[in-house]
């Protein structure tokens, strides 16, 4: 099985749908067989359990006024209801589906199924295995990520010149380190001077006592600069940690895409969107009853063809009389028409029905972009407001700093010139004989200030280095992004094309198990080739992929020719027809959106061979329900469930 083995039985309640008035069927995961004769209602069941799964295949019975169908399912219950109102179906409830295109596509195999109508009709299969892709977005995907890489590369562009920069830097830092310990040497070797002439001098001082008291205040002076300085070099690293951190959240702030969406319009449009929505389900689930009422009374399936014509005369069934005949009684005007005219009629519907089913499918894609704007725009509002709020504390922070640093910096200016101050009183108390001292100490203070400034430059450097080390950092993630964009743009570019050929693939494997299964004989390989073909649209010609179908037939004498599908007996053009929705069922991995596969209308087929399809089958759903007829279903092995179907309504 495809589907997780936890999955257990599946019961479906049927009340006033198609032709029955009500029914409980439990389906077990693996084959269920309903087994019964024609017009007993099986299809109904069908299309029942396809209504529950999301499809617009059920009609409400025709002498009701409300029906619904109930799925119980792996602990969940999934409900539709039908009801007329002002001479229309609306639908409503909860099905397992919201979107069935793919699985009305590829998994209903009923007798309308598109897939197995566009083999028998020679339809372009192209189209037909494409169409649960919405390329548009495909393509506004590649605009996007065209965007996104262009962005990337001019960032990408701006940071080209980080190794020079870095070079550079490094140079110079490396020029302030020397320079910082030259400076370092010589502060040491004026220090030391200093306590040399000291000692030489402090016999021969005079006014002692003067003089120790402006030295006491010169060396307070000179501890306060170190402090002042100190307190300044701290207060400039928090300056900058803070710079970082805001630089950080500014860039955070920056990244934010700008959501701005007019939130009411955008509710409005909405609400719009919801209630086109509902409409357009209820003029599909009617353009679906007209139709699938039209095709049963053309196949002779519909239960209410007999109240409508009224019971037939002699020994012959309804189903024959019509078969026999090519004109019909109308049951909406009363009046004989041309089956064909009642055909084309009907694919109109049907087309009408599909444009339909089409805008709806862009409303609701409509509306979940706009759902996801307004939650993206909420959730960016959020977070932009706790960054705003972020960054004005570390605005507030910054301030108050940088008035601390303006501060510390008009202290240490206020207490080099009360040094310098100190150092000429000094200078006049000693005299001429410790001029040089004095000269000395005024070195010392030169060296320290160009030492102070030295390193405050190196910080600088530093810093920058470290900013180009986070931008080298920024660089490998642009570089990484820049790298998987080319990817993601290399598989939106190719994922049609590659769906294409698994789709071909899929097809051919398929097609020649299943041709060795069932033994047709003079059919040596059907294939599918995926082929350009220039058509018109308008008045250009352009080139489009089209899949063209090959059969191959063997004569009794061996030779091989290329035969056309046309020419092929029914029961070999059903089979085609459902191994091209197996091979859409298996490239769009349909089982995972949906756990059943239905199959219908294989009466052409005969019963042996039906038996080999539904065991190849099988293997791919969890659940594969089948309608037969008797004699057919006897073929099966004994091990499927089977369910009796019995000429009345209700069970």
Known sequence: MSTSEALQHATVRIRNIGGIDSREVTLSPGVTVLTGRNATNRTSFLRA???????????????????????????????????RENGRTATSGTPYLQDTTTADLFAFLLASNESRQAVLTNRNLHEVIMSPVDTDAIEERIDRLQSERKRVERKLDSLSTLEADERSLQTRRDELTSKIADLESERDRLAARIDDEDQTVEEQRENRDELDSVLDDLQAARSDLETARFRLQSERESVESLRQERS??????????????????????????????????????????IVQYTNDVLDGKADLVEETLGEPSGDGALTDQLLASETITCWTCGTEVDQDQIEQTTDRLRALRDDKREQRADLRRELDDLEGDLRAAKESRTRRQNVRRKLDRLEGELETRTEQIDSLTDQREE??????????????????????????????????FSLDRTRDELADVNDSLDDIERQFDERDELQARYDELESDLEDARTKIASLVTSAVDSFNEEMETVLDLLEYDNIERVWLEEVERRVREGRRKVKKTQLELHIVRTTDS??????????????????????????????????????????????????????????????????????????????????????????????
Request: with cysteine; net charge negative.
């Open 248 to 289: 950080e959240l500014q860039s955070e702030l920056d990244s934010f895409e700008a959501a701005d969406i007019d939130r009411e319009a955008v509710s409005g449009r909405i609400d719009v969107i919801r209630t086109q929505i509902e409409e357009l389900n209820t003029t599909i689930a009617d353009l679906q009853t």
């Open 49 to 83: 359990l396809m209504a529950a799964c999301g499809s617009d295949a059920a009609s409400l019975k025709g002498d009701a006024d409300e029906g619904s169908v109930e799925l119980d399912l792996d602990g969940r219950s999934y409900t539709r209801v039908l009801k």
């Open 415 to 448: 207490l080099a010139a009360r040094v310098e101050q100190l150092e000429d009183e000094a200078a006049d108390i000693r005299g001429q004989a410790e001029s040089d001292l004095i000269e000395l100490h005024k070195e010392l203070n030169e060296t320290e």
């Open 558 to 651: 061996g030779a091989v020719y290329e035969d056309s599908i046309d020419h092929l007996s029914e029961s070999e053009r059903e089979v085609i027809g459902l191994v091209f929705a197996l091979a859409g069922y298996l490239v769009h991995d349909v089982h995972e959106d949906v756990p059943f596969m239905l199959l219908d209308s294989v009466e052409a087929i005969d019963s042996n061979r039906i038996a080999r399809l539904v065991d190849h089958f099988e293997q791919y759903p969890t659940f594969l329900v089948t309608a037969l007829l008797p004699e057919d279903a006897q073929a099966l092995d004994s091990t499927y469930t089977r369910v009796e179907w019995g000429s009345g309504s209700t069970s």
